[in-house]
Structure formats: C-alpha cells, structure tokens
C-alpha cells in the first residue's frame, strides 16, 4: 500500500494533546517576543516627545495608577522597560518547559512507540516478504524512517510552525501600522513560500530516487556481511569493492548533481528575493516616515520586525528543505508498516501485552495428524501438492522422501501453518489445526531445519530459547539424547560460551544437535526433521541419526531426507512427487515395488 503525508501527523497521534499544548506555547512565546522591537518603537517615540499608541498608552496608565504614579516621561520609559524585562527575562526559563521540554518528548516516546510496531510488524510480515527482501534492507528502511521521524518532529513543531505564527504576528502589527506596507509583505511571503515548495516537490521524486539507490547499497553491504565467507573463498573482494564503489559513485552524482545543486540554486534564488522584498519595506517605511506619515518609532518598528519577519522566511525554507530530504525515508517507512500481515501472524492476537505467553490455550496433542486431500501452490494457477492425503498415527516416524521440488518442504510449512491450503485441509487428533489457536499450536511443534538459526548469545541461551523456564537437569537431559554433551569439553566455558552471529563457532554438527536439543527441551507432541544431515559429513550424520533413533517413538516425527540411509528405521514412507504421494510403506516393502524409492536408493548406493 502507498502512503501519503497524513500517515506522518499520525505517527504522533497518540500524543496529540501535548502536542497542541507545545506547539501553542512555542507560538506564543513567538508572538511575545514581537513585543520587543514595538516596546522600543514606542520608547523611541517618548523620547523623542511624539505619543505612544492608544494600547500601549493606556497599559502606561493603568500600571502608573497601579502604583499611585503620575504618567509623565521618567514613568512612562520605566514601565516599558519593565515590560521588556517581563517579555525577556521572566520568560525565559518558562519557555524551556512549557514548550521546548514537550518537543523532544513527543518524539522520543513516539519513536518508542513506533520501534514497538515496526518490530511486531517484523513479527508478523509473510514468509514469502523475507524470501523478497534481505535484513540489511528491512533494517536500513526502519532505521531511517525512525530516525527521521524523530529529528523532524521537534523541527517542524518546535520551530517551522511557531515561526509561521510569528511572521503572521509581525503582519497583524505592521497592518496596524501601515496597511500598505503588510499588505506588500504578505504577498511577497506567499510567493517566496509557494515556489519553494513548488521546487521542493521535484527534489523530493529525486530524493525517492536517491532513497532506492542508498536501500539497494545497503542491502548489498549486508549480504557481504552474511556471505563474507563465501566471498572470500572465491577471491572477489576486489570485485564487490568496485560493485559497491560504483554504486556509490552513482549515488554521489545523484545526490550532488540531481539534488544538492538544486537545493542551492532554489537558496540563491530565494535569497536574493527575500534581500529584495526587505529592502523595498525598508525603503517604503523610510519614505513614509520622511513625508510626515509615520514616526520615528513605527519606523523603527517596521524595518526591525520587516527584518525579523524576511530572516525567519529564510530559516523556514531550510527546515522545510531538511523535512524534503528526510520526507522520502518516511514515506517508505509507512509503506513497510502497511505491508499486509502474514496469516500466520500470531503477535496480532495479543497487542500490548507484556505476558503474550499466558494468553494462548495450553493445548496437548496425542500426535495424530491427517492430511486430507490436501492442495496448495505459491502460484494459484501452479499447485505444489495437489489432493495430498495420509495419516501419521500417534509416536509414529514418517519419512517424507522425493526428488527435489517434490512438496516435502511445503507440507511441513502448511504444518506449521506459514501457509494456508488452498484446498483439503490438516488435522491433527481430529481437530483441523485453521480452528486452533495458531501460538498454542505451534507451541506444541517443533522442527529441527536443515541450516539451525542460532542467535549471538551462550550455548545455553540457544538451548532455551523455545522453554526459557527449563531446569538444568532438562538441559542436561536434552543435551544427552541429542549428543550435545559430546562437544561440551571443546567449549571454553561449557554452556555458557558465547557461539557467535549466526553460530559462527559451531561446527554444521555441532549447530544440528544444538537444534535437535532445543527442540526437545519444548517436550513437542510433533518434531520434525527438515533435511537435518543432507550438509553434515559422515561422522556428524552418524551422530544425529543416533539422536533421532533415541527419539524414535517418544513422540511423532517427520522426517523429511534426501539421505535415505537417515530414514531406513522410519515406521512408514511416504514418496513423493510432483506434488502427489505416488508410494506409502515401510523402507522394505518400498524397495520390493521397484519404484521410485527404489530407484532413487539405488542412484544413493552407486553414489556411495
């Protein structure tokens, strides 16, 4: 889904009336401090023996009779000093708070906020969203748009809007004043504001542009990062040096050239305008002020806040410069918060809770699972499995066996209901899983893939990470069945060494029975084996088929294998292909049909 601008007022929405109260304190300490230059204006005039204005004359007045005073010329220049002090000096610490204080803490809590949602969003977003885009450039999207969320908001709140304010005080002042100087003035404003915002609105689509580029770069940078290895191994890096040089080249050019060079032609431009405008005020108030129209006072009131006003038009344009630059990652941060959820997304049945865990129904599941004419393809029109149907009985070890593309993979996804079917459906004790709560069931799966995921913390972190509540001896346990205990003494710190980003300090072996030791310390009704040995070397296979053995009808497991020696003690197997279950039997009766097992035990056996 696109997004638009309003998507960015909303993203302060919950803090909307401290907002208001902010953004009107800092307006209004803008508009006190036009009292300055007309309090001098009219103290110019008492020196000078002309009359104050009817206002400010009777505020003399009132504050003499106050104080039981006469009004003369002493008085008079001592209560507008004192105004003057009121506006300055008293106000000064107030202002901080009342206005300045709230600015940055809008936009703290609100990039809290946000940074809660983007993660939930990470949370839930489809499978297939990560198959399109890599960490590095989901990551760099969130970062910036967070980032510049946070540094616009005190800018365009605290400062760009209050100005605005200020300079529409000046103009109710100098109308008061002459009408035809302010009327001259407002019209000038107008123009200045809207061609700049005219330009900004070309710059911002290169901008977009330049945002993709940067998100391309970055994206590549992380998969250099993951893949540096693999780099290394083939001798490219002088080979994704240039690439990456290159891209940031084009960057360069499109940045300086396309963008930077535009915004400094849009401030020369503008500059000599606004330099332009302020003299012809300046010239105007002088004229006025010689022809006998106006005192000497309002002339000083005029030219000093005709100044203030054009310095302010100034600073105004660069924030709203600053907000285009940064207008772009917004936009595409809004985007990613509006990608669809994936159906599997689970964090969206607890928002706002600190206990998710003790919401969802403590289910406990006998193992049985059907199948039942199940059918399901990415591409609607292309079916990956089409009318699957078999039944797992309760502690039964069923291998899921075939060619390459066959449907394995993708009938333990529906399992784990990544996706859902696009006809049939899955059963499990009778129940069809699609009217279970998706975190309770799932809570009672788990699965052991090919490449572990092992997160940068110690050994035991990873051992825990689905049952952070188990005990020590159920760690030790665990570790027993699934051999972990074998490579412990390699450890420098046993259960408490850090294994690295991604277990970067664990053998392929190592990291496979660290997986089957974290799925069994979840005490699963299901586990299943997802091509767990097809990357291990012969010694570290050997060592997991023993673990699974140990396994072995404790619970019910599926074990998907391109290795048919890992399945050979499986209860039942089950081939298939092209998306169809073509053979069902055990790993003897299979091989007496002469089939596609077989065949495919024989192409293994002339291999070894």
Not at 574 to 584: H, M, P, S, Y
């Amino acid at each position: 889904m696109t997004a638009n601008f309003w998507d960015i007022v909303l993203y302060f929405k919950r803090y909307q009336k401290t907002a208001i109260w902010s953004i009107t304190g800092s307006s209004l300490f803008e508009i006190i401090d036009l009292v300055v230059p007309y309090t001098v204006g009219q103290i110019l005039n008492v020196l000078s023996g002309r009359s104050l204005d009817r206002e400010i004359n009777n505020l003399v007045i009132g504050a003499a009779g106050l104080f039981g005073q006469p009004v003369n010329q002493a008085n008079s220049l001592i209560i507008l000093s004192g105004l003057i002090f009121i506006v300055t000096v008293l106000r000064a610490p107030i202002q901080v708070w009342v206005a300045n204080n709230f600015h940055w803490e809008i936009a703290l809590k609100s990039r809290r906020d946000q940074t809660q949602k983007a993660i939930a969003k990470i949370l839930t977003l489809p499978i297939e969203f990560y198959d399109e885009n890599n960490p590095g450039r989901i990551a760099g999207r969130v970062a910036r748009g967070l980032a510049n969320h946070m540094w616009s908001y005190p800018e365009i709140a605290g400062q760009l809007i209050p100005k605005v304010v200020r300079i529409l005080g000046i103009f109710v002042i100098i109308c008061a004043i002459a009408w035809w100087i302010s009327a001259f003035f407002l019209v000038s404003f107008i123009v200045v504001l809207l061609a700049s915002l005219q330009k900004l609105k070309s710059l911002v689509k290169r901008e977009e542009t330049l945002d993709i580029h940067q998100e391309n770069t970055e994206s590549r940078t992380s998969e250099l990062i993951t893949n540096i290895k693999t780099v290394k191994a083939f001798g490219n890096e002088a080979k994704e040096y240039k690439r990456q040089s290159d891209r940031l080249i084009r960057e360069a050019k499109v940045s300086l050239w396309g963008i930077h060079i535009g915004y400094v032609k849009l401030g020369m431009v503008r500059d000599t305008v606004l330099e332009s405008c302020q003299f012809l005020v300046f010239g105007a108030a002088l004229f006025a002020t010689v022809s006998g129209q106006m005192s000497i006072g309002h002339f000083i009131t005029v030219s000093t806040l005709a100044s203030m006003a054009y310095s302010e038009i100034k600073p105004i344009c660069l924030l709203a410069e600053v907000f285009a630059r940064r207008y772009s990652s917004m936009m595409r941060f809004h985007e990613f918060m509006k990608q669809s959820n994936g159906q599997d997304a689970a964090i969206a049945l607890y928002p706002d809770t600190k206990h998710p865990d003790i919401r969802y129904p403590q289910y406990r599941f006998d193992g049985k699972v059907e199948f039942r004419n199940l059918t399901f393809g990415y591409d609607r029109d292309r079916p990956v499995l089409e009318k699957v149907q078999f039944t797992i009985e309760p502690y039964e070890t069923v291998a899921l066996v075939g060619r390459s593309g066959s449907g394995k993979s993708t009938l333990v996804k529906l399992l784990f209901r990544y996706f859902e079917p696009s006809g049939g459906g899955i059963l499990i004790d009778g129940q069809n899983i699609t009217e279970l709560d998706i975190t309770g069931y799932r809570k009672r799966l788990a699965i052991v893939h090919q490449e572990v995921d092992i997160f940068n913390g110690t050994l035991k972190d990873n051992l825990v990470y689905g049952n952070p509540t188990a005990t020590f001896a159920q760690v030790q346990e665990a570790c027993a069945i699934a051999s972990v205990d074998e490579f412990l003494h390699l450890l420098p710190r046993g259960y408490n060494t850090i294994v690295g980003e991604r277990g970067v300090r664990l053998s392929g072996g190592q990291r496979q029975r660290l997986g089957i030791a974290r799925a069994l310390l979840v005490n699963p009704d299901i586990l299943v084996f997802d091509e767990a040995t097809s990357s291990l070397d012969y010694e570290s296979e050997r060592s997991i088929q023993l673990a699974m053995r140990r396994i072995q009808g404790t619970r019910t497991t599926i074990v998907i294998a391109h290795r048919l020696s890992t399945v050979r003690e499986a209860d039942k197997i089950v081939v298939l292909d092209k998306g169809q279950i073509v053979e069902i039997g055990s790993h003897q009766q299979l091989l007496s049909q002469g089939g596609i097992y077989h065949r495919l035990h024989s192409l293994q056996d002339n291999i070894v």
